[in-house]
Every structure is written in structure tokens, then in C-alpha cells.
């Protein structure tokens, strides 16, 4: 392989396992994420767990108890609402580390290999030329021939092949 693509593959390598590391850390602190939210009247109050499931409900004073059964619902229907609207906006700010400029929008390249760093770099074009087309041709005799049931996914190819090639 040439030295320009080892240095393309340790700085994809990198970026991989950077978009790995916040990943993981997004989702440890969505795991742990909870919300709590009040009544307008300050009566109660709700807390809802990272799934929105509510997992704690406190009355504050005695007053629920001159409420009638469907207002005393509606209230900690609505509390709780509040509470799960809440964990969403939390939610969307622990993954907006994650977002890119192509991520959230629409995406104008041909392949994944096209989010990779270096793929619109015209230096690179062989390179990604190579993993676009799975590192042969399809009129490459050392191809096995396609899969049945019409799966055309690129087939693996040896370094030992790929070094042949090269040399």
C-alpha cells in the first residue's frame, strides 16, 4: 500500500474511533438522563426516568385531595408531559455533539466512502476508487463470482493479493 493511503487510513482510522468515543459518551449520559417538572400550582412535582417512564410523584401539602378524580389525572397527566418534553430537549442537546453538517441535512455523495475524510480530495481518488469498488473489478479473475439471492456487496480481497497488485 503507499504511504499516502497508510496515512488516509490512520487519519479515517481516527476520526472513526473519535465519532466511537463521543458516541459512547452520548450514550452514557442519555442512559442516565431523568427529568423532573412541577405543577403549575406548585401541588406536586414528577420525575421521569431516560426512557420517559415517570419513576417519582410527590404531593406537596394536602390540597389534591379536594380535587376531583379526572382534574387530579389531568394534572399529572399534563406534569408529567411537561416533564417528558423536557427530557427530549435534553436528549437532542446530549446527541447534537454528534451531529455534523451532513448528518442532520441530506447527503449529495454516491457511497458511505464519501463521508470519509480525504474523499474529495482529488489526490485521493485511486484510493477511494479502490474502496468504492470493494479493491477489485468486477472482470477481475481473482473475484469469486456473485452470491446467490442477488447480494452484490463487495467482495474481501487478501493483502497478499492486494500487494501483488502493487508490486
Same mark, same amino acid.
Given at each position: 500500500?503507499?504511504?499516502?493511503?497508510?496515512?488516509?487510513?490512520?487519519?479515517?482510522?481516527?476520526?472513526?474511533?473519535?465519532?466511537?468515543?463521543?458516541?459512547?459518551?452520548?450514550?452514557?449520559?442519555?442512559?442516565?438522563?431523568?427529568?423532573?417538572?412541577?405543577?403549575?400550582?406548585?401541588?406536586?412535582?414528577?420525575?421521569?426516568?431516560?426512557?420517559?417512564?415517570?419513576?417519582?410523584?410527590?404531593?406537596?401539602?394536602?390540597?389534591?385531595?379536594?380535587?376531583?378524580?379526572?382534574?387530579?389525572?389531568?394534572l399529572i397527566v399534563s406534569t408529567?408531559?411537561?416533564?417528558?418534553?423536557?427530557?427530549?430537549?435534553?436528549?437532542? =442537546? *446530549?446527541?447534537? #455533539?454528534?451531529?455534523?453538517?451532513?448528518?442532520?441535512? !441530506?447527503?449529495?455523495?454516491? +457511497?458511505?466512502? %464519501?463521508?470519509?475524510?480525504?474523499?474529495?480530495?482529488?489526490?485521493?481518488?485511486?484510493?477511494?476508487?479502490?474502496?468504492?469498488?470493494?479493491?477489485?473489478?468486477?472482470?477481475?479473475? =481473482? *473475484?469469486?463470482? #456473485?452470491?446467490?439471492?442477488?447480494?452484490?456487496?463487495? !467482495?474481501?480481497?487478501?493483502? +497478499?493479493?492486494? %500487494?501483488?497488485?502493487?508490486?
Amino acid at each position: 500500500m503507499k504511504p499516502s493511503n497508510e496515512a488516509l487510513l490512520r487519519e479515517i482510522q481516527a476520526d472513526f474511533e473519535r465519532t466511537r468515543d463521543t458516541f459512547l459518551e452520548v450514550q452514557r449520559s442519555i442512559g442516565s438522563l431523568e427529568s423532573t417538572a412541577e405543577s403549575p400550582d406548585r401541588m406536586m412535582s414528577v420525575t421521569v426516568d431516560a426512557q420517559g417512564q415517570l419513576s417519582s410523584l410527590t404531593f406537596r401539602g394536602t390540597g389534591y385531595r379536594s380535587m376531583g378524580p379526572a382534574q387530579l389525572a389531568d394534572l399529572i397527566v399534563s406534569t408529567v408531559r411537561r416533564a417528558q418534553c423536557d427530557l427530549q430537549t435534553k436528549a437532542q =442537546a *446530549a446527541v447534537a #455533539p454528534m451531529l455534523t453538517d451532513g448528518a442532520a441535512g !441530506t447527503f449529495d455523495g454516491d +457511497s458511505l466512502w %464519501d463521508l470519509l475524510p480525504g474523499s474529495d480530495d482529488p489526490a485521493n481518488a485511486e484510493f477511494f476508487k479502490s474502496l468504492r469498488g470493494g479493491f477489485g473489478t468486477e472482470d477481475d479473475a =481473482a *473475484a469469486p463470482p #456473485p452470491r446467490r439471492g442477488g447480494d452484490s456487496r463487495p !467482495t474481501r480481497r487478501t493483502k +497478499s493479493a492486494l %500487494d501483488d497488485e502493487e508490486g
